[in-house]
């Protein structure tokens, strides 16, 4: 061939690329006032307002704004990152903000890179919302010891495992629109079956074998055995927090959903 | 008195016109408008060749269907490196179709493409860095300022131009720190072109990238893209806006019912560089119009008729909208090869209509 194409530089390293993204993402999220509203003061309101209404005595000496933390943080965790993701790549699909990534030479780690950062900074930020409130406002007793570790390795698989999910989810979604209007409702849902807004013996039976194919579940219980006194782990279906079973079902959703997104993911709306 | 007036005087045309482009399938010679090109009428390989290596973009027997309609059916298509091409045709014509299966965005049915040297199916991350993207859907939605966005998009380049630059080139420099979702429409056209050549591309694909602009802005782009040709750069261009193809087209083709009509410089498309030219001037109070291969004695034996000045003289070529319609128009059912207009016995055209 003839073709003497000029030798041009080296493309930049992935790592720049990845911090740029992740400047990218940070940006897109921080200065889009709904996204904010929606994904880190909802869950405060939740706190506050299920907290005012709802006021009985758990057991153990423990009320209910103590037993909703670990609710209300898995809630903050999958509007993170499961709803966070699904809605707005959904809609950077929509609108043509993928297909253009695509036609440059930004690596597709990179994009999933800015992604991971912006669910790590708005997780934590809505965590340390929601201590902080549980703490000023009712007193809520905060983990001590190892708990913080098993609060820090629960909360990230727990994301990751969602984040993950929700991007598998935004592939479902016909488009932006669509995303928008059944996602939160869905997670609503599932959130509702995992014992996120009431004690999970609360819930019917059957429904907790539903709730226990999602993770949603395992990472309540995860975060319910961060906040509750052990005493409590007689009323979890197994008798205990099942840790090793939350690790578990957590990873297994990270591997599934990690294979799904490979599969799955377009960066344009479907061809006709 | 208006003389060599490069238009057709609209109302007094009235019937004389269609006259004007015969229907005939004559072959014609083409006039070049720029030394380097051929002279001969391209439309591009024929099938069944091998697609050029050498070329910018080679294209062989490119099928594309959605369910059982063809939009692109075979199409054939060569452009050199450093060429501007414009790729003319109706809505649906399978413009932006064509330009995506070269962007790799779409997945082609059958056909051999090239874009690059490489197939476009299979263009990897180096492949990419090569191009640049203008789509007719836009670059999307932002919350980034303008600069932002121009500075991120650089980044991902080996050897971007400088954003500030790029703005300048485009007239945004009074956006620069406007988010990407306040800017107007016209504006965000310009962000998308800005995006499109900050990573200093080889090949530029641009698909009706002055949709919305003022004319003021479409002159400035016009200048922007004889600069970006002086640098080099290849360029596949879409359009809608005939006077944009002949500013800045070296060649331009015609798609229609997904394949190329004719390809030849804008100058002599449609048989335009040797149609007859059309001379009106009033006599009598009526309009008059006559074709005629030879003005210039036209005229002068006009002049001779008249005592001072020719009343509402004008002397008019077909103009490329012209035969432009009259292409599209004229694309036979299930498309066909070159519907080239041809001239058709100039001297016979002495007569007078009126
Ligand atoms: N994703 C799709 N699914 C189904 N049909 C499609 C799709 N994209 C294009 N088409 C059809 O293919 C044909 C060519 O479309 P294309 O967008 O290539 O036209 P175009 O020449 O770019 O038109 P325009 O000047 O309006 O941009 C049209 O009839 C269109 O309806
Ligand atoms: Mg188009």
């Known amino acids: 061939m003839t073709t003497t194409a000029p030798e041009r530089a080296a493309l930049p390293p992935l790592g720049r690329v990845c911090l740029t993204r992740a400047g990218v993402e940070l940006k897109e999220f921080f200065r889009q006032r709904e996204s904010v509203v929606f994904t880190l003061v909802f869950p405060v309101i939740l706190l506050l307002g299920l907290g005012a209404v709802l006021d009985y005595d758990l057991g153990a000496g423990v009320d209910f704004p103590q037993y909703f933390m670990a609710g209300v943080i898995t809630a903050g965790i999958v509007g993170a990152s499961l709803q966070n993701m699904a809605i707005h790549i959904a809609g950077e699909r929509s609108d043509g903000t993928l297909k253009s990534l695509r036609g440059t030479p930004m690596p597709a780690s990179a994009y999933f890179a800015g992604k991971v950062v912006q669910v790590l900074a708005v997780a934590v930020a809505t965590i340390a919302l929601l201590v902080l409130v549980g703490v000023l406002v009712y007193g809520i007793d905060l983990p001590s010891g190892t708990d913080w570790l098993t609060f820090a390795w629960v909360s990230v698989l727990g994301a990751a495992a969602c984040t993950l999910l929700g991007i598998v989810v935004s592939t479902l979604a016909r488009n932006g629109r669509s995303a928008s209007a059944t996602v939160t409702p869905i997670a609503l849902v599932i959130e509702f079956v995992s014992g996120v807004f009431m004690p999970f013996d609360q819930v019917p039976g059957w429904l907790q074998d539903v709730a226990a194919v999602f993770p949603v579940k395992w990472l309540a219980q995860g975060l319910r055995s961060v906040f509750l006194p052990d005493a409590l782990a007689a009323r979890e279906p197994a008798g205990s927090w099942e840790l090793g079973t939350v690790a578990l079902v957590l990873g297994l959703w990270c591997v599934a959903g990690l294979v799904l997104c490979a599969v799955t993911f377009r960066w344009q709306d479907r061809e006709g | ?354």
């Open chain 2, 1 to 354: 008195m208006v003389v060599g007036r490069w238009g057709i005087p609209s109302v007094a045309a009235g019937g004389g016109v269609d006259a004007l482009l015969p229907t005939g399938r004559g072959h014609c010679v083409l006039v070049q408008k720029d030394s380097l090109l051929p002279t001969t009428r391209t439309l591009a390989a024929g099938p069944g060749s091998e697609p050029d290596p050498d070329a910018a973009i080679s294209v062989r027997g490119l099928v594309k269907r959605y369910g059982d309609r063809a939009a692109v059916d075979g199409l054939d298509l060569d452009i050199r490196r450093g060429e501007i091409f414009a790729l003319l045709g109706p809505n649906g014509a399978g413009k932006t179709t064509t330009v995506e299966v070269l962007e790799g965005y779409r997945k082609r049915d059958g056909g051999d493409v090239r874009v690059l040297g490489v197939d476009p199916a299979r263009g990897g991350r180096r492949w990419r860095a090569q191009l640049g993207i203008v789509l007719q859907s836009g670059a999307g939605d932002s919350q980034l300022s303008v600069r932002e966005l121009l500075k991120a998009r650089a980044s991902y380049y080996a050897e971007p131009r400088d954003p500030d630059e790029v703005m300048e080139l485009v007239g945004l420099t009074a956006e620069a720190g406007a988010r990407g979702r306040t800017l107007s429409g016209g504006q965000r056209r310009r962000l998308d072109v800005a995006l499109g050549i900050v990573g200093r591309p080889r090949l530029l694909f641009l698909d009706e990238p002055t949709t919305g602009f003022d004319p003021e802005a479409r002159r400035q782009f016009w200048a922007l893209i004889r600069s970006l040709r002086d640098l080099g750069t290849t360029m596949l261009l879409t359009t809608h806006y005939l006077d944009e193809a002949e500013a800045l087209a070296d060649r331009v083709g015609v798609l229609a019912r997904g394949q190329l009509a004719e390809v030849a410089v804008p100058a002599a498309l449609g048989g335009r560089g040797t149609a007859p030219a059309v001379v009106s001037w009033t006599e009598d109070g009526v309009r008059r119009s006559a074709e005629t291969a030879t003005p210039t004695a036209f005229v002068r034996e006009l002049a001779a008729r008249f005592p001072g000045e020719v009343p509402d003289l004008t002397v008019a070529r077909p103009t490329l909208e012209d035969v432009y319609l009259k292409m599209i128009g004229q694309v036979p059912e299930g498309g066909g090869t070159a519907a080239a207009v041809g001239r058709r016995g100039a001297e016979r055209s002495q007569g007078v209509s009126s």
